[in-house]
């Protein structure tokens, strides 16, 4: 009966969350839109929600977002996969070789402190225009995190289950496949759900500089056509999609925990 209860109290915690969150959102639109109507605010400089929302669905209507839309989820989608592998594979083996760690983890240090739009223009001269330079910005940003991620869960083993399997005599590919990397996915998830995140923002800025096509292109066309509305539609796109991934990702992790 107290299990009941106490069930039901979570449950509906949570619930009066979502709600405060959702009341919250909305009195941020409502508070947004009279602001605009009352202040006498161009749509140039700051459009108000309604008209958002009505070129959102003109863009989405006469099929102007999709082939943008496609354009950017293909780049995020290639650019966590090859993040997502480089990665995990460097962080094992930076967990699992301490003087691996110890000569190149300063470098991998030293090479994500360097900003990624200055290396656009880097990246355009050596791969050209187009999907490969977003592409590669966006694994670039994607990696670090599930390195990290990766490298520290591997280090921070149960001793006494590290024991037991030398106990057994398992060999080293043994331990780190049946015990070290199980051990470590709830950490490594962790990492995935940064990433995600942060492959939306590669995308977007590699778009900026080096594609003709995409949500990040999109917004630099709406941009130079001073159409402040469809800058702000694109950002509600890219804002919705970005915390569905990161949703999704939390969601596998939930359940791996």
């Known amino acids: 009966m107290f299990q009941f209860a106490g069930e039901d109290g979570g449950f509906n915690m949570k619930r009066q969350s979502y709600v405060m969150t959702y009341l919250l959102g ?9 602001c605009v109507i009352w202040l006498g605010i161009s749509a140039l400089v700051l459009p108000a929600p309604t008209r958002i929302a009505q070129v959102l669905w003109s863009i989405m209507d006469n099929g102007y977002l999709w082939p943008h839309l496609l354009q950017t989820l293909i780049e995020v989608f290639c650019g966590v996969l090859l993040g997502g592998v480089m ?3 460097g962080g094992i083996l930076l967990g699992e070789f301490k003087e691996l760690r110890v000569v190149l983890m300063p470098y991998i240090v030293l090479s994500q402190v360097v900003p990624k739009l200055a290396l656009a223009p880097l990246f355009i001269v050596w791969f050209g225009f187009g999907l490969l330079p977003t592409v590669v910005m966006t694994a670039l940003i ?6 990290e991620n990766t490298a520290t869960s591997m280090q921070h083993i149960d001793t ?9 005599r398992a060999s080293q ?5 049946q015990l070290k990397i199980p051990a470590s996915l709830p950490n490594i ?6 990433a995600i995140v942060l492959a939306w923002v590669g995308a977007v800025v590699g778009e900026f500089i080096g594609s ?3 949500l990040g292109a999109l917004i630099i066309a709406a941009q130079g056509s001073m159409d402040t509305a469809l800058m702000f539609a694109v950002l509600v796109v890219i804002t919705v999609l970005g915390y569905t ?3 999704v990702v939390q969601t596998i992790e939930s359940q791996l925990s």
């Not at 909305?26 to 009279?34: D, N």
């Not at 994607?142 to 390195?147: G, T």
């Open 160 to 168: 006494d289950k590290l024991e037991l399997f030398r106990m057994l």
């Open 212 to 214: 003709s096509k995409g």
């Open 87 to 89: 990665g995990c594979v």
């Open 26 to 34: 909305l009195s941020i639109l409502v508070a947004w839109e009279l």
């Open 142 to 147: 994607c990696f670090f995190p599930l390195l």
């Open 173 to 177: 590919w043994q331990t780190l496949a």
């Open 189 to 194: 998830m962790a990492g995935f759900r940064v």
């Open 245 to 247: 991934s990161y949703w």
